[in-house]
């Protein structure tokens, strides 16, 4: 049996922005067709946020409080291995076709090399089959359309922004794009997709499809643009003012400073500050943009099932990171709130096709391993993440209890969070414990925030400061030290030099 993996991320999607994981509005007949044959994981969570440091995570197989590359353009130690690179040690080429987010680590480039410019690199190990770099190079596209007739505007960076020539740019808009829908960003993706692995067939391939929607910006092309009414989008989870919600320095400087910037979520409007009626048509653009992702994901689907591979094909299917949507008074994604890291992950083993729910935690440091253990390979033993394969294959494996996840929010180029806050860059990060009952939020040197999730699962009421739940915060404290303690960086420590030479720790042993 050949081995082959259609690795598919969408990016900024919801956790529960589909219909197979319970929402009532948005039309993903494609995804809930493969969840009814696939392994789904309702609780799974980025360990990062937002892009560059999400992918990292989720390729490298660490913990962000291990690889460091806990921002965009926050360059990645060269001397880590990733998803790409393990498959190429098990033999088989890693292709990316999409978006990426990777920086160089600069200790390997010259001075003037052009990639320290840029953190919108592939991850090295790849192969590049088609490159979809938003702001960066969009250039393999733009070659498509102009062959195709249309007219672009002047820097073809523009056009993700779905605007033509003659138009103004508007990052938000509930007017279609220029393109045609089978033009798309997403369909130019998927078309290469089937074209690579309909020539490919008879070899073994890991092809990992990357695609930026429904990130913004929030411009869709007919009919997917006005698929929804803004009347029908559900209403934000959030508190009648922002005032209203959990009071903290984090979340003061979020909404004040970050989302005042009219650029932020790439909507050209602040987004606290502007109508209702706005604010539920970009909504439903989002959601839109959903359903034409998913017509897409079903052509590739259709094109493994047409070339006779879908036997052999390990599908994996999940995002970088999630969207508030307005929740909490917040857009995009970042912080300490499931809206930003509840995302996402369904398994299809063409082994096992039956459907499974799985309610225990999962992260986003389980993919890469889930995946070379596929392909026949050993994930390295320093990575973070568990294989997937117990719950796949219908066992219930000794699991974690919890979800852990890391924000970082240092602007090492403005300064601007370390100026509003009055913390060094090192202070400006938050990690979060995440179980069923309870979720710690702890910061490096601001205050905690601890939520009930039984009693208040819209997180708006703080408990850490509250006398009778000291006990409560100092235990979720305790796990959470542990829990960094025991993933601290080990690449080495389970290694040891002998008289008899290098031995390796391979599990338990009877003592004598």
């Given amino acids: 049996m050949r081995r082959k993996v259609l690795f598919v991320t969408f990016d900024q999607w919801r956790g529960d922005a589909a219909g197979a994981f319970g929402h009532s509005i948005v039309r993903t007949p494609n995804i809930d067709a ?34 460091r590359s806990v921002r965009n353009g926050t360059p990645l130690d060269a001397r880590f291995s990733n998803l790409a690179k393990e498959a190429r040690r098990n033999g088989v080429e890693p292709v990316l076709f999409g978006y990426t987010d990777t920086a160089v680590d600069p200790r390997t480039t010259p001075p003037n090399d052009p990639a320290l410019k840029s953190y919108e690199a592939p991850l ?54 220029f393109y045609a829908a089978e033009d798309s960003d997403t369909a130019f993706v998927a078309d290469s997709v089937i074209d690579y692995v309909s020539v490919n067939r008879h070899r073994d391939w890991l092809v990992h499809a990357s695609f930026l929607r429904p990130h913004p910006p929030l411009r869709a092309p007919a009919p997917y643009n006005d698929m929804y009414a803004a009347s029908d989008m559900p209403a934000p989870i959030r508190a009648s003012q922002p005032g209203a919600e959990v009071s903290h320095p984090f979340l003061d400087y979020w909404r004040g400073v970050v989302q005042a910037d009219p650029n932020f979520f790439q909507v050209g409007f602040d987004a606290n500050n502007r109508s209702e009626d706005d604010l539920r048509a970009a909504a439903a653009v989002y959601f839109g943009l959903i359903s034409e992702c998913d017509h897409q994901l079903g052509r590739m689907l259709a094109a493994l099932q047409e070339s006779g591979q879908a036997d052999e094909t390990l599908i994996v299917l999940t995002a970088d990171h999630g969207e508030h949507l307005g929740d909490h008074w917040m857009w995009g994604k970042g912080g300490f709130f499931d809206s930003s890291n509840h995302i996402p992950l369904m398994v299809l083993d063409p082994r096992n096709g039956s459907a499974r729910v799985v309610d225990a935690f999962s992260e986003s440091v389980d993919v890469a391993p889930t995946i070379i253990e596929w392909l026949g390979g050993e994930p390295p033993q320093d990575w973070d993440g568990r294989s997937l394969s117990p719950w796949i294959t219908g066992d219930t494996p000794d699991w974690r209890e919890a979800a852990f996840w890391e924000y970082d929010f240092r602007e090492v180029d403005t300064g601007v969070a ?31 925030l601890l939520f009930n999730l ?24 305790g796990k959470l030290l542990s829990h960094r303690m025991v993933h601290a960086e080990r690449t080495l420590a389970n290694l040891q030099l002998t008289p008899r030479g290098l031995a390796r720790y391979e599990g338990p042993r009877t003592l004598a």
């Fill in 34 to 67: 493969l969840a009814a044959r696939s392994t789904v994981f309702r609780r799974h969570y980025t360990c990062s946020a937002p892009c560059g440091p999400s992918r990292t995570t989720m390729l490298t197989g660490r913990y962000p409080f291990i690889h």
């Fill in 454 to 477: 039984e009693d208040d699962p819209d997180e708006m009421t703080n408990l850490s400061n509250r006398a009778d739940h000291a006990g409560v915060l100092a235990k979720l404290m």
């Fill in 124 to 177: 090295a190990g790849f192969t590049l089959g088609v490159g979809m770099f938003s702001e960066t190079d969009v250039s393999a596209w733009a070659a498509h359309l102009r062959r195709k007739g249309y007219e672009l505007p002047p820097h073809p960076a523009l056009i993700t922004y779905g605007v033509g020539a003659q138009s103004a740019q508007k990052p938000f808009d509930r007017e279609p794009a």
């Fill in 418 to 448: 370390e100026t509003a806050l009055g913390l060094t860059p090192d202070q400006c990060v938050l990690n979060v414990w995440r179980e069923s009952r309870w979720k710690l939020v702890h910061f490096a040197a601001l205050p905690p």
